[in-house]
């Protein structure tokens, strides 16, 4: 069974750093396209970053330059590495695995909250 | 980028109601469209790949149509289950969402 489970949300003050991780189970992570998509509270969703089976990587124009992602095959982790937050990066963070015939989404994690605030 | 306008944003529906959304993309995406359900604190649902092929497990209740710039999801007969939020995704270039529809409780 897939399972994907995030973690390392919390409150940071602007400026600050986080990594997110998540850690997934039932596949392997490295075999797949994965990415990370957020939410902001009563808002829609939106692409932050993928990472193709490769080591490809793509941000959403938001994040470019900021945020990093990444994965540890050993432990079958993907991370998100977000640096100098800013308010506007306050939402729920969902790990999500890409489908191999197309960009979207039939597996996703519960979601991390990451609140930007001082 | 490719923008995914839906339509309506809140739609007031009873059980038993067919209900149908709209998305448009700003630009053509063939059939490469997605859509998903959300309850809240919950993650999307995937119900709907490329524009009419129903996920997994998905009721066949719902349904999707379309391609190149117009998509419809359409619920035969609500259910309780299914007041939630509705999202359109196009994954034909690099992949955006739209802005969301809410389906409540008439």
């Known amino acids: 069974e897939v399972q994907l489970v995030e973690s390392g949300g919390g409150l940071i003050q602007p400026g600050g750093s986080l990594r997110l991780s998540c850690a997934a189970s039932?596949?392997?992570?490295?075999?797949?396209?994965m990415s990370w998509v957020r939410q902001a509270s009563g808002k829609g969703l939106e692409w932050v970053s993928v990472?193709?089976?490769?080591?490809?990587?793509y941000y959403a124009d938001s994040v470019k330059g900021r945020f990093t992602i990444s994965r540890d095959n050993s432990k079958n982790t993907l991370y998100l590495q977000m640096n100098s937050l800013r308010a506007g990066d306050t939402a729920v963070y969902y790990c999500a695995r890409i489908d191999s015939s197309g960009w979207f989404l039939p597996y996703w994690g519960q979601g991390t909250l990451v609140t930007v605030s001082s | 980028d490719i923008q995914m306008t839906q339509s309506p944003s809140t739609l007031s529906a009873s059980v038993g109601d067919r209900v149908t959304i709209t998305c448009r993309a700003s630009?053509?995406?063939?059939?490469?469209l997605a859509w998903y359900q959300q309850k809240v604190g919950k993650a999307p649902k995937l119900l709907i790949y490329?524009?009419?092929s129903l996920e997994s497990g998905v009721p066949s209740r719902f349904s999707g149509s379309g391609s190149g710039t117009e998509f419809t999801l359409t619920i035969s007969s609500l259910q309780p289950d299914d007041f939630a939020t509705y999202y359109c995704?196009?994954?034909?270039?690099?992949?955006?969402f739209g802005q969301g529809t809410k389906v409540e409780i008439k």
């Open positions: 995704q196009q994954y034909n270039s690099y992949s955006t």
């Open positions: 039932g596949f392997t992570v490295s075999s797949n396209y």
């Open positions: 630009q053509s995406i063939g059939s490469w």
């Open positions: 490329k524009a009419s």
């Open positions: 990472i193709y089976s490769g080591g490809n990587t």
